[in-house]
C-alpha cells in the first residue's frame, strides 16, 4: 500500500493498481510485444531464494525516500530501436504517474528481456 496526502485529504493506493496504470501505459508504446508477468509462483520462489532460482519480471513497484522506484520487464518486436523505445517508456510512464497519482518518482527501470521474431 502506497500512502500519499493532498487538499483534500489522504489517499492510500494498491501496489496493484499503480502496476496496470505503468502495464497499460508502457504496453500503448510502439515496439513493445508486451509487458512481462509476474505470476505469484515465480513471486515466491524469487522471495525466498533471493532471486537465485527466478528473477523478478513484470513490473516492481517500491518506495524510497525520494519516491517511487519501478522496475519493468518488456519483451521488444524484432527491428525495434532499443533506446528509443526506453526511452519513449521512461517519459509515458513518468508523465501518467505524475498527472494520475501526483507522486513522485525516483528512478524507472527498463529491462529487455526478451524478443518478439
Do not use: P, W
Not at 86 to 113: E, L, M, R, W
Amino acid at each position: 500500500m502506497l500512502n500519499t496526502e493532498n487538499s483534500f485529504g489522504k489517499i492510500t493506493l494498491s501496489e496493484n493498481y499503480i502496476t496496470q496504470i505503468v502495464r497499460h501505459t508502457v504496453c500503448e508504446c510502439s515496439g513493445i510485444a508486451y509487458v512481462e508477468t509476474d505470476n505469484k509462483f515465480r513471486s515466491t520462489v524469487s522471495a525466498i531464494t533471493h532471486g537465485r532460482l527466478f528473477k523478478r519480471r513484470g513490473v516492481a513497484i517500491r518506495k524510497d525516500n525520494n519516491g517511487l522506484i519501478i522496475d519493468i520487464h518488456i519483451k521488444v518486436t524484432y527491428g525495434t530501436d532499443i533506446q528509443s523505445a526506453t526511452g519513449n517508456i521512461i517519459s509515458s510512464v513518468s508523465d501518467v504517474i505524475k498527472q494520475t497519482i501526483g507522486i513522485k518518482i525516483s528512478s524507472i527501470n527498463v529491462f529487455v528481456d526478451d524478443m518478439n521474431g
